[in-house]
């Protein structure tokens, strides 16, 4: 009887410690002020094998294929968190009414986890939007100069540097957003490199006059790419020199664009090349290496 009894209080220990465990998880994710390391594990996992199919699938087939991490990865915290729930209301033989309230609970925070990841999908889309003409760095660069000059540039690198930083935590707080596809023909991770370019070629051929937001574009920018490859568990490729989505591009003329924009040339176009591909080498190869590890074929064309 005593054995029974000892048996019977390590089991109602055990399953208040599992309601406890998914109630704050379900919080914590609802909220989003982070996620779990196993979450990220997991949604990584996820992402290997749809990628897996979709490498051996044609391009849109291939896209659709990787494109279900994000929704299966979602539904299956959905069960994971109904079934730790209901083990846990077992071992402590709660009440009906209590194990009903719980389940529904968790419903209510799984759907503002969705909503959530939802909107911070959204605002990507909207940021890549707004690069959705085609125009590369060296034109947005040009186009700054002569609509607001070193202020308005200024102005645009604040913005863009706060909308990185913010980025790079939703993709932290909310894993699955990493897997969730671009909704138009431009991806997030194009946009993010058309920034860094601008930052990149502005403080490689004019140091001294360069913006101060400048280098935060660059280091938010760098870290973002970097630390998005590091959580689809993709090696950081090693180079050199850069020619990503630039192999069409002389830096000569690059140079001569941007001094008839009005940017003061401070460097001698070989210095100034050579300090944009320091620069360069630390998150176009990233990017490029994510975009093959995600599937944007597109992303890879164009580059």
């Known amino acids: 009887m005593e054995l029974a009894s000892g048996v019977d209080a390590v089991l109602r220990v055990l399953g208040a410690v599992v309601l406890a465990v998914v109630s704050f998880t379900a919080v914590r994710s609802a909220l989003a002020t982070s996620a779990s390391a196993w979450s990220h594990h997991a949604v990584r996992w996820a992402g290997t094998a749809f ?3 979709g490498r051996r699938l044609d391009e849109r087939a291939g896209e659709r294929a990787i494109g279900l991490t994000a929704p299966v990865c979602l539904l299956a915290v959905l069960l994971v968190w109904l079934g730790a729930w209901q083990v846990g209301v077992v071992l402590v033989a709660a009440p009906a009414g209590v194990a009903d309230g719980g389940r529904t609970a968790l419903v209510v925070l799984f759907g503002a986890l969705v909503v959530r990841t939802g909107q911070a999908h959204t605002a990507r889309e909207r940021r890549c939007g707004e690069f959705g003409d085609g125009r590369g760095a060296e034109e947005l ?3 700054f100069l002569g609509t607001g000059g070193r ?3 200024d102005r645009a690198l604040s913005d863009w540097s706060a909308w990185l930083a913010e980025l790079h935590w939703a993709h932290r ?3 699955t957003l990493l897997y969730t596809r671009s909704s138009g023909t431009r991806c997030w991770l194009e946009t993010v490199v058309t920034m860094l370019d601008v930052a990149a070629l502005a403080e490689a051929i004019a140091p001294d006059w360069t913006p101060p937001h400048t280098a935060v574009v660059l280091v938010n920018g760098t870290d973002c790419i970097g ?3 590091v959580a689809t568990g993709t090696a950081a490729p090693r180079s050199t020199i850069s020619l990503h989505g630039r192999e069409d591009r002389a830096f000569d003329d690059t140079v001569s664009l941007l ?5 003061p040339v401070e460097r001698d176009p070989v210095d100034a090349w050579t300090e944009f591909q320091a620069r360069r080498t630390g998150y176009a190869p990233a990017a490029s290496a994510l ?6 074929t597109r992303f890879e064309e164009r580059r």
Do not use: I, K
């Open 51 to 53: 990628g897996w199919v």
């Open 141 to 143: 660069l040009a186009g």
């Open 151 to 153: 202020e308005g540039l």
């Open 173 to 175: 707080a909310w894993p």
């Open 227 to 229: 630390r998005a490859l």
């Open 259 to 263: 001094a008839a924009a009005g940017l």
């Open 291 to 296: 975009a093959v590890r995600l599937l944007y």
